[in-house]
């Protein structure tokens, strides 16, 4: 709600000391016999009156200035085209390395540290999402908020090379992923976008919590598989009999992600170029009117009160400067 306050209520208790130039002006006086020697002049009287009116505003934006003034920031409804979007990044040890599989050496680049330029890219083409930002290894973490601030989440993508740890808990991740998101707006398009080079066995549990949590909230899943060269691919099966999620983790997340009864698509991608291009997909997929509230932060007003209060003394000064003396005989000097 918009509204207008001080941060210094002090200052305002000094305010009858703007009735001060009502009182006694600071022009020089001049002796005269008598007024009726001073013939009437009308302009003088309004020169006189402004200057009068000059020192009280003087006074009195010098004490509003000081006491902090400010409007109040308001919530402001937005329409836009884009989504609700939450980039759950995987910072496992193994993004630090190349889609090679190896530790980057002069010219190349990391996984995480292409995923953090692509993803950059793709944030800043789409300037009205609301997007949030959470990493996940041993534990999940939250990097900011779903909001329509691209400076901070682009400062949260920037974070995403930094060393990670060894071991993948994507399910704690899709949790805290879920739980940015408000019940209350499932009208929206909303998606989680997973951008991880491997999978983790899923606690049969948790895989139920888990479901159910996703068709409570009705967001939708999108699974940006980066790929090492020479490993296992989403839909590779075991070469043995052992087809347990032991053995083949990627193709039983990525069943456990179609049963969960939500829009879900798995991009590979075994190279920076490949991973651009699933998320242009990405991009043309997640475009749907969104409504939102933006809370506008609030206007500092001293200023303009300081300004209001200079321009008045600079007023004052320049009609003291310009003030005569009357000597005897009326001549000035």
């Known amino acids: 709600m918009s509204g207008f306050g001080f941060d210094h209520v002090e200052p305002l208790f000094l305010a009858p000391l703007a009735l001060l130039p009502l009182l006694r002006t600071v022009l020089r006086g001049a002796t005269i016999s008598s007024l009726l020697a001073a013939p009437a002049d009308t302009g003088s009287a309004f020169v006189s009156g402004v200057l009068t009116i000059g020192g009280v505003v003087a006074i009195a934006a010098s004490l509003v200035g000081a006491a902090g003034p ?13 989504a609700q979007i939450v980039m759950l990044i995987d910072r496992s040890g193994s993004m630090n390395e190349t889609f090679a599989g190896r530790t980057p050496s002069g010219d190349e680049e990391s996984k995480a540290a292409a995923a953090k330029r692509i993803l950059k ?11 949030g930002v959470a990493a996940f290894s041993t534990a999940p973490m ?54 991880s080079d491997g999978a983790g066995v899923i606690d049969p549990k948790l895989r139920d919590d888990l479901r159910a949590e996703f068709r409570k909230t009705n967001v939708g899943l999108y699974w940006l598989f980066l790929r090492t060269e020479g490993s296992r691919g989403i839909a590779d099966q075991s070469s043995g009999e052992d087809e347990s999620p032991q053995a083949a983790p990627e193709r039983h997340l990525d069943l456990f992600f179609k049963s969960l009864g939500v829009a879900y698509r798995a991009f590979e991608a075994e190279s920076p170029e490949a991973t651009a291009q699933a998320l242009k997909q990405i991009d043309r997929l997640e475009r749907h009117p969104v409504r939102y509230v933006e809370t506008l932060p609030r206007t500092d007003l001293s200023a303009w009160a300081f300004a209001l209060a200079l321009a008045a003394t600079a007023l004052l000064l320049a009609a003291k400067l310009a003030e005569v003396r009357l000597g005897v005989g009326g001549r000035a000097r």
């Open 70 to 82: 400010y409007a109040a920031g308001a919530a402001v409804e937005r329409f836009a085209e884009g």
């Open 121 to 131: 890219r793709f944030v800043e083409a789409r300037r009205h999402d609301l997007v």
């Open 142 to 195: 939250l990097v900011t908020p779903i909001s329509a601030h691209i400076g901070a989440t682009e400062a949260a993508i920037d974070a995403i090379d930094r060393p990670g740890l060894d071991y993948t808990n994507i399910a704690r991740g899709l949790a805290m992923a879920l739980s940015m998101f408000k019940t209350s707006e499932a009208d929206l398009s909303r998606a989680i976008l997973l951008i």
